[in-house]
């Protein structure tokens, strides 16, 4: 049931709206992305749309995640940084695509939640961290692709310093309602930035995105 569910999201809701990387629309294909959602989300898992995973965290809409992950343009032999596990979805979907994932959460039982459902799958190419990725991961790079699944402010400085020459940073860019997906390219020389299409993502808190906002009670 859930593999051709699975099929049906990637023709409909992926290969329509433009997703050409071979790739990347079999990685979709198959990593069983119900079981990065509760129990009782499961018949939703499929669906075009974000679907909360607690702790006021989301799954991306599965066309995101396809988008991202071509803007990557991920191969074999590359080291990719992932800031935000979230589910652990992403971060499965480029364990097949690449040689090894080091992947950031912020939330202990997130990336707690991440770590059991990676496991069971079987999962081995990936290791999860606890922390705040707007910094990067100085002791693991520099990575021929970082992603950043959360919306910032700005691109972080410290992950555009943690590519590799040749290598690529995407990351929603704006205010905390609307970002621009944005990817930036280490050249030889510099950098080079260039914007895509709007979304709209849960913030990147920490030091180079936004301030953790205060209850008001403190
Ligand atoms: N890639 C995830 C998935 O497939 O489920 C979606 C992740 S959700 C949209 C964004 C995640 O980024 C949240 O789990 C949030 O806690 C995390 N996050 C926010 N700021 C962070 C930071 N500075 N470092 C690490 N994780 C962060």
Known sequence: VERSERDA??????????IRDGRVLDAM??????????????????????????????????????????????QAAHRVLEVGTGS?????????????????ERIPELADAARRVLQELGVTNVTLHLGDGSCGLQTAGPFDGILVTAGSPEVPRPLMEQLR????????????FHQTLTTVVREPTGFRTHGGIGCVFVPLIGAHGWEERKTGYE
């Open 88 to 104: 652990g979805y992403q971060t499965a979907v480029l364990a097949r695509l690449v040689s090894h994932v080091d992947s950031v």
């Open 9 to 18: 999201m990637v023709e409909t809701q992926i290969r329509a709206r433009g």
């Open 29 to 74: 294909r198959e990593v069983p992305r119900h079981r990065f959602v509760s129990q009782h989300l499961r018949t939703q898992a499929h669906q075009d749309r974000p679907l909360s995973i607690g702790m006021g965290q989301t799954i991306s809409q599965p066309y995101i995640v396809a988008l991202m992950t071509e803007a990557l343009r991920p």
């Open 165 to 176: 020459v040749g290598g690529r940073l995407v990351v929603p860019v704006g205010d905390a």
